[in-house]
């Protein structure tokens, strides 16, 4: 009888690199130097141990299955966003599904007021890390005061024995309006392209990799200044009428992108090269009735506790290590 996993062999060749806004992952501890007291036992969330780690297991579940059907083994880097510290990842990484794994953690603490970071999971026996650092991204508010935003985290690595750059980003958000607050995103934009222009500067065959909760659409002009001439964003054609990566009034939108340099199109022995880009969107991520039926299934909708799992869908890509 034929296995009812049966796959193609060349697929375990295949490696998923994916993007997850994680909506507020808090502990439940205060943190008296952030912004965090919504997200405490007392608030008016109610946000409490159960529920967090009823969070924490989902979520893992959630990134053991990005790409699985397709490579049969989890992702093997993930940038992650809305994340409050190192302690929460490392909760995350012990999970149920996440913990034989063997994921490492790269988080900085950045300045943004609320205390949510970017941050990279990695698995340890397929990415070794080299160096990493924050990159701040300088914007004011409209009456001049700044604006504390997340930083850059710029990780450089061995995937696979072939050197990458990582970019993980999460960029000023839309509260205050898109088009007044579009600038701030085409500042982050102009920092990554001057890390960009660092790490080619030193060496012009450089992968490069930029993921991120952009907080804009493939065809904004922050993305599009992002990208250029010696980027691609396979994204591009993803978001439709019908699907993205996050619902906001029954609109989609495709704030979830990774984003490249071309040569990974190049099909070289002992280097990576692109295969294929999706939305994880499987069911069980969903609302499954009523009005916003097949839009994220979140934590929170609004003050109300829902115990979903966040109101972004993951996005990946999956690489071909050629041998």
């Known amino acids: 009888m034929a296995n009812k996993f049966y796959f193609n062999k060349k ?8 993007f997850y806004n994680l909506e ?13 007291n919504d997200f405490l036992p007392d608030s008016e969330k109610r946000w409490n141990r159960k529920r967090y780690e009823k969070k924490v297991f989902k979520l893992g579940t959630a990134i053991s299955n990005i790409g699985f059907s397709k490579t049969r083994k989890a992702p093997v880097l993930v940038g992650v966003a809305e994340v409050e510290n190192k302690a929460v990842l490392e909760d995350l990484i012990n999970s149920k599904h996440l913990k034989q794994k063997e994921y490492g953690i790269v988080h900085y603490d950045s300045p943004d007021e609320r205390g949510i970071d970017v941050g990279l999971l990695y698995q340890k026996q397929y990415f070794e890390v080299i ?60 920092k990554n392209r001057e890390i960009i222009s660092q790490i080619t500067d030193k060496d012009p065959n450089a992968k490069i990799i930029i ?38 009034r029954s609109q989609w939108n495709l ?42 299934f979140r934590t929170y909708a609004g003050g109300k506790y829902k115990g979903g799992y966040s109101d972004h869908f993951p996005v990946y890509v999956r690489l071909k290590y050629n041998v």
């Open 131 to 190: 160096n990493s650092k924050t990159v701040t991204v300088l914007v004011d508010n409209v009456g001049g005061e700044r604006d504390y935003t997340r930083d850059i985290l710029w990780v450089t690595g061995v995937l696979n024995q072939e050197e990458v750059h990582l970019l993980i980003n999460h960029w000023p958000s839309r509260r205050d309006g898109a088009e007044s607050t579009a600038y701030k995103r085409i500042a982050a934009a102009e």
């Open 255 to 296: 704030f979830d992108q990774i984003i490249f340099s071309h040569n990974f199109h190049k099909y070289e022995e002992g280097k990576h090269s692109f295969s294929d880009a999706t939305i994880f969107d499987k069911n069980f991520l969903k609302i499954y009735k009523g009005r916003y039926k097949g839009t994220p």
């Open 24 to 36: 507020n992952l808090f502990d439940t501890k205060d943190d008296p130097y952030t912004l965090d």
């Open 211 to 248: 993921m991120g909760d952009f907080n804009d659409d493939p065809s904004s002009e922050s993305i599009k200044n992002l990208v250029q001439h010696d980027l691609f964003n396979p994204m591009e054609r993803l978001l439709t009428r019908y699907q993205g990566s996050t619902n906001y």
């Open 11 to 18: 697929e375990t060749n295949h490696y998923t690199v994916a």
